[in-house]
C-alpha cells in the first residue's frame, strides 16, 4: 500500500518542525521548587551540595507535585551502599483511593554507588551531616538537594542575625535621609 500525498505533505512538515532546533539544543523546562528548607542555610554551614532522585510510591508524586512536602527535622543516612532520608513529611494525596504510604516514611535516594561511596568517607569526619535543602521539579522528575554540612555554633548564628539587623538599619536610616 503506497503513502497517499497527504500524509507525505504532514511527514514533512514534522520534518520541518523538528529541523530546527537540534538534539543539543532541545528547550529545557526550568526547574520548579516545590519546597525549600531555608532554616538549613542558619543551622548549617554548607560544605558541597548534589542533586539526588527519590524513590517515591503510589501518589506520593502527585501529592509532591502540589507542594504537600515539608523537609524539617529531615536527614539523610546511609546504611550499607544505600542512602536514604529519613523524617521527610509527604502529605497523602486527598484523590488517592485505597493505597497511601505512610507521611513519615524512610525514602529511598537514588545516587551512583561512587557517589555513595565518597560520601561515606566524608561523613565519618567529626561533626558532619547530610541534610536535604530543597525539593524540586526537573525534566518532569522529583528531585532532592542535598548537602554534606557542618553545624554552625550558637556563637555564629547569633553573630549573623546581629550583622543582618545592623545592615537593615544602616539601610534605614539612608532612606531617611
Not at 528548607?37 to 560544605?47: A, D, G, P, Q, S
Not at 532522585?53 to 536527614?75: F, M, P, T
Not at 524512610?106 to 555513595?116: D, G, S, V
Amino acid at each position: 500500500m503506497m503513502p497517499m500525498a497527504s500524509d507525505k505533505k504532514r511527514a514533512a512538515g514534522r520534518r520541518r518542525d523538528l529541523s530546527n532546533e537540534s538534539p543539543g539544543e532541545r528547550q529545557e523546562r526550568p526547574e520548579k521548587n516545590v519546597y525549600v528548607n531555608r532554616k538549613v542555610r542558619h543551622e548549617y554551614f554548607i560544605l558541597k551540595t548534589m542533586e539526588a532522585g527519590i524513590a517515591l510510591v503510589g501518589s506520593e508524586v502527585k501529592s509532591v507535585r502540589q507542594g504537600n512536602v515539608s523537609l524539617q527535622d529531615s536527614y539523610a543516612v546511609i546504611e550499607g551502599e544505600q542512602m536514604y532520608i529519613l523524617n521527610m513529611h509527604i502529605a497523602p494525596y486527598e484523590m488517592s483511593s485505597h493505597f497511601t504510604p505512610l507521611p513519615k516514611r524512610k525514602r529511598k535516594l537514588l545516587l551512583h554507588k561512587a557517589e555513595i561511596r565518597r560520601l561515606i568517607g566524608k561523613i565519618s569526619e567529626k561533626g558532619l551531616t547530610m541534610v536535604p535543602i530543597r525539593v524540586y521539579l526537573a525534566r518532569g522528575r522529583v528531585k532532592v538537594e542535598i548537602a554534606l554540612a557542618r553545624g554552625k555554633p550558637k556563637k555564629d548564628k547569633r553573630h549573623k542575625i546581629t550583622e543582618r539587623d545592623a545592615r537593615r538599619e544602616m539601610r534605614k536610616e539612608a532612606g531617611k535621609d
